[in-house]
């Protein structure tokens, strides 16, 4: 039996000739909070849907709860929860009835679903397809829940809620993973990726591209800040005299990471005594998952977004 509430090795899902999903390699502990980070069409769906027994394995294999999601389909389906992109719920059931409907499937006892529908604060009696997108979230992941499973895999759990059903959404995952509910999510959503995983891996074109908690991660820019200036006017001259710092661009600003904030205040000084630019606004920071996640998985194409120039 594999180590780690969910492993993948070589995981690997192809189409006809492309690869979706090509030879990923994780291991998610009891407890965690596991992120998959990626943009559109990186793998993040089609590596959940091998996960969860949904899709067939193309090569490699993976176990999750020690079994194998090869071998032992049922086992593993008895044992997670899936909380799908798009929702697997009736819109003409009531929540009452859909999380029923999960209970006999499961096996669960009745009780169970009273017990969620009081937990989850559901309204029991509307109409799946009449609740907003917020409830409508916090009921299919209800109804992946009616057989206490020990894994819950989410599929951008956050994504098209508004700001507060987001909040509430990660909340509840936080909850959740609180009572020992293991949780593998994947998001594009920079605040998940900031605030929930305790560990990330980025996937990029169907591979794991980098791979450790949020701190370890942000270490991989460089022990530096981020340097954020306003000048006026930028010109081509001075965007040639700071090459070497790989300047992007983000709403007006010029973007910078530095090791030594102060050695670059010098060269910045005398730059602007050299050309005659006023500095409008500068703040440091430190990086974030977002510029992370910029620098990785946009390395190859070009990363300034929308060079005023
Ligand atoms: N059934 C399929 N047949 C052929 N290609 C597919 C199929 N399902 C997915 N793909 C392709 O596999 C790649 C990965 O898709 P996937 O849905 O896993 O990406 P994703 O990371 O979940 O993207 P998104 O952020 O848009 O949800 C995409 O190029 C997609 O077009
Ligand atoms: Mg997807």
Known sequence: MEEGAVVAEGLTKRYGDFTAVDGINLTVKRGEIYGLLGPNGAGKTTTVRMLTTLTQITSGNAWVNGYSVREE???????????PDVSNLYDELTVEENLLFAARLYNAPIERVR????????????????????????????????????VLFMDEPTTALDVSSARNVRNLIRLLNKEGITVFITTHNMIDA???????????????????????????????????????????????????YSPTFDEGFIVVTV???????????????????????ISTELPTIEDVFVELTER????CGGCPL
Not at 127 to 142: E, N, P, V
């Open 259 to 281: 090791e030594d904030v102060d050695e670059f205040l010098e060269e910045l000084f005398d730059l602007k005594m050299r050309l005659g630019f006023k500095v409008k606004r």
């Open 73 to 83: 389909p049922l086992l593993v389906k008895r044992s997670i929860g899936l909380v």
């Open 115 to 150: 017990e969620l529908i009081r937990e989850f604060d559901l309204p029991a009696n509307k109409k799946f397809g009449k609740l907003s997108s917020g409830f409508k979230r916090r009921t299919t992941i209800a109804a992946a829940l009616v057989h206490r499973p020990e």
């Open 194 to 244: 900031e605030s929930l995983p305790h560990r990330i891996g980025i996937i990029k074109e169907g591979k794991i591209i980098a791979e450790g908690k949020g701190r370890e991660l942000k270490e991989l820019m460089g022990k530096g800040m981020v340097v954020k200036l306003l000048v006026e006017p930028i010109t081509s001259k001075l965007i040639n005299e700071i090459e070497a």
């Open 300 to 303: 190859n194409g070009c990363s």
